[in-house]
């Protein structure tokens, strides 16, 4: 079993669309949560992250973490078509908030106008 | 503020041939990563040096796989003999400290396409 499973899709929304990205993880020991953006031919970007259980928003994007689930997501609202990319999600390991990140496989999004 | 910087953006070569690749890192910044990213999967951590030292290289395959950085600057990440399996793309990222506590975020260079023929 993968410590990180993300569905790579791919997804396919209108422009305008709530879109949800899902990733589950086995690692009791992650603490923090990171989502990570990568448009094609470039290397990952941090988009957002997350500490404790619960929502934190960021402008159109809102990142959720359930620790009891082992489960995390990220919403983005309104959807544009700039926001066609490989979405990543991403745990350092051993409870802390920095060093070797253990990433899920990516989903990819695209959004058409 | 320039990013990480990767060279070369793209390389083809036969099996086993040997192949290197370079990293700059953004200035100031301790630590720096290797990730392997094979299409279709999210990138896997080869090797991290916090300066010029080794931190964590338990991924890498050694038999290999060799990487050092020298002057805890620039890096090198090579592959001798190479097989079809190591195609993917070498991504390099670096951070400012471990372990200052918050966040210590991870830059990615736009990495390095190995095609292995």
């Known amino acids: 079993q993968k410590e990180v499973e993300q569905d790579p899709g791919p997804l396919s929304v209108p422009e305008g669309a709530i879109v949800s990205l899902n990733c589950t993880y086995s690692?009791?020991?992650?603490?923090?949560f990171m989502w990570y953006r990568q448009y094609s031919r470039k290397g990952p970007e941090l988009l957002m992250y997350?500490?404790?259980?619960g929502n934190k928003e960021d402008g159109r994007f809102t990142a959720q973490v359930d620790k009891s689930s082992k489960y995390i997501s990220l919403f983005i609202r309104d959807s544009q078509p700039s926001d066609s990319a490989t979405y990543l999600c991403?745990?350092?390991?051993?409870?802390?908030?920095?060093?070797?990140?253990?990433f899920g496989q990516g989903t990819i999004l695209t959004v058409h106008p | 503020e320039a990013g990480v910087a990767q060279s070369p953006r793209y390389k083809i070569i036969e099996k086993r041939q040997s192949v290197a690749f370079w990293c700059n890192p953004i200035?100031?910044?301790?630590?720096l990563y290797w990730y392997q990213q094979i299409l279709g999967q999210g990138p896997k951590l080869l090797i991290q040096?916090?300066?010029?030292?080794?931190?964590?290289d338990s991924q890498l395959p050694k038999d290999r796989f060799s990487a050092e950085r020298l002057k805890g600057v620039d890096s090198t990440l090579k592959i001798q003999p190479a097989k079809l399996e190591d195609s993917a793309v070498y991504l390099c990222?670096?951070?400012?400290?471990?372990?200052?506590?918050?966040?210590?975020?991870?830059?990615f260079g736009p990495g390095t396409r190995l095609t292995v023929l």
């Open positions: 990222a670096s951070s400012f400290v471990l372990g200052t506590g918050g966040t210590d975020t991870q830059y």
């Open positions: 690692n009791s020991a992650f603490q923090y």
């Open positions: 997350t500490y404790s259980s």
């Open positions: 991403a745990m350092p390991s051993g409870g802390t908030s920095y060093g070797k990140l253990t």
């Open positions: 200035s100031g910044h301790a630590t």
């Open positions: 040096f916090q300066n010029n030292g080794v931190v964590d």
